[in-house]
């Protein structure tokens, strides 16, 4: 069985992840963002979720332990939200105010095809959202993966680990591919393993 | 995927344990009270004592049915009406985050007087994961206090038991399949009542008139859905604006107060979208409500909001 863990950030939809990957039939827990690395690491897990936070953690707080998952962790991590954002700004990116939040039903836009996270996804389709700030600067190391007309980078990968941000949120369920996006990461965990 | 019958099973054995003499349900007759009662007393019979608080503000004839339902369900029951304490508490508070705290307190000081009196030393709440997670903590900002949440006081003399704590609604639904509840389908109605459902002071005067335009409402969608006319929305009801506009009765002018028709769709109420209602429907509960509550109402309008950027309820 895959075991992916989310880290807890705070976020109102935390429990909607865990519940995701458990409906797949994944081994999950939820982990306070406090938890050190050595006690996830020994729990011998193939991926981490992190979750989205209260308002504005992405842009300003250090959410918890999450430098350290991204700095040690060989796993796959998939950030949502505040923990896209806050993978944004760990390996250099900027994150700022949002010129318009986004609440609620948005188009997305995907820019690259045959993305294994996107792997099933239409090119445009609908997500939910819930953001006041976003990345404003990709990072070096990221490719741009998808993008909507009031927010820009919506998806991203890094160019050599298994790290994704989303700053859209595939765990509620009017988010068209959501369970999709996540059975694609569960397939990266796998072959990671 | 969830396992109701397994859950039910695991949770009998696990509150057998976990409860050592008499219990209190705070039982509302929605489905997660009714699962979770049921649930107790599989575990320990009569030792669970069902108590039903009438605030208020409740719906049209729903102290009548919650009553026969815990008849029908051969539950040991009290039933505490306590509207006028209600009424009184909720003089002159609008702030919907106060009217939640104070009901919330309210209840809890009634089910302790009860705990005390019959030597009780447990209390029983249909919480459910959307509860604890919007009622916020230190990681979590709070989007309102759910009164079985937020509106419990910090010291308390009763233990918490939660037994649905880590479920969503429609998995608590598939418990309440799976005991044969009739409640199972039952919208959710949220524990402040119609309080919550009344922007401003919810005086007595002002439930009267939003319990009949949410039972109007109820009744109207109902019967759509049942036409196959729309899908049955996750919840229905009216909010009552006491913002005044003119309208004209009769040749005469009107100054009356203003009903907003809400209706969502949603699994599980962490996100929503708002329902498409068919025109014709709306228009025959804009009619209904404005012809039944006369020089009350004579505005009606329709909330178009999802979830986020708003929440279920206004309050």
């Known amino acids: 069985m895959v075991q992916i863990y989310v880290i807890d950030n705070g976020g109102q939809w935390t429990h909607r992840e865990w519940r995701t990957l458990r409906d797949l039939d994944v081994e999950t827990k939820i982990v306070p963002n406090t938890t050190p690395f050595q006690d996830i690491k020994k729990d011998e897990i193939d991926g981490l979720v992190l979750s989205g936070g209260a308002p504005r953690v992405g842009m300003q707080s250090d959410l918890g332990k999450c430098a350290e998952y991204l700095e040690k962790a060989e796993v796959p991590i998939l950030g949502i939200c505040a923990g896209h954002q806050f993978m944004g700004r760990f390996f250099g990116g900027k994150v700022e105010p949002a010129k318009i939040p986004e609440f609620g039903k948005v188009e997305l836009m995907l820019l690259k095809e045959g993305e294994l996270l996107f792997n099933g996804v239409s090119k445009k389709s609908i997500v939910w959202e819930s953001h006041n700030d976003e990345i404003s600067i990709l990072p070096g190391e990221f490719i741009h993966l998808a993008e909507s007309d009031t927010c820009k980078i919506q998806a991203m990968k890094h160019k050599d680990k298994p790290f994704y941000g989303l700053q859209f949120h595939p765990e509620v369920e009017h988010t068209e591919y959501g369970e999709q996006i996540f059975q694609n990461f569960i397939k990266i965990c796998k072959r990671d393993e | ?315």
């Open chain 2, 1 to 315: 995927m969830f396992d109701a019958e397994k859950f039910i099973e695991k949770t009998i054995l696990k509150l057998r344990e976990e409860i050592k003499g008499k219990a209190l349900i705070a039982f509302s007759g929605g489905v997660d009270s009714t699962v979770s009662a049921a649930l107790v007393s599989k575990a320990i019979g009569d030792q669970l004592i069902a108590v039903h608080v009438d605030t208020g503000y409740m719906r049209k004839n729903e102290p009548e049915s919650v009553k026969n339902l815990m008849k029908e369900m051969g539950l040991n029951f009290r039933f505490i009406d306590a509207s006028k304490e209600f009424y009184d508490a909720l003089k002159n508070v609008e702030d919907p985050e106060k009217k939640r705290k104070i009901i919330g307190g309210k209840f809890i000081y009634i089910f302790e007087k009860v705990a005390e009196k019959e030597n009780i030393k447990y209390l029983v709440q249909g919480t459910i994961a959307p509860d604890w997670i919007e009622s916020g903590d230190t990681l979590r900002d709070t989007i309102k206090s759910h009164h079985n949440v937020g509106g419990l006081p910090e010291i308390m003399k009763l233990k918490l038991i939660e037994p649905l704590r880590d479920l969503y609604k429609d998995e608590v639904r598939k418990v309440a399949r799976v005991l044969g509840l009739k409640v199972s389908e039952r919208q959710p109605f949220p524990g402040p009542g119609l309080a919550i459902r009344i922007i401003g002071e919810a005086t007595p005067k002002r439930t009267e008139i939003v319990r009949e335009a949410c039972d109007i409402v109820e009744k109207e969608i109902e019967l759509a859905v049942e036409m196959g006319k729309m899908e049955r929305p996750w919840q229905y009801f009216a909010v009552l604006i006491p913002v005044k506009t003119v309208g004209v009765h009769g040749d005469q002018r009107a100054y009356g107060n203003t009903i907003a028709i809400r209706a969502v769709q949603s699994i599980d109420a962490m996100t929503c979208a708002y329902s498409d209602i068919p025109h014709d429907v709306l228009e025959k509960i804009s009619t209904k409500i404005t012809n039944t509550l006369g020089n009350k109402v004579n505005r009606i309008v329709y909330d178009v909001t999802n979830k986020p950027p708003s929440t279920v309820e206004w309050e």
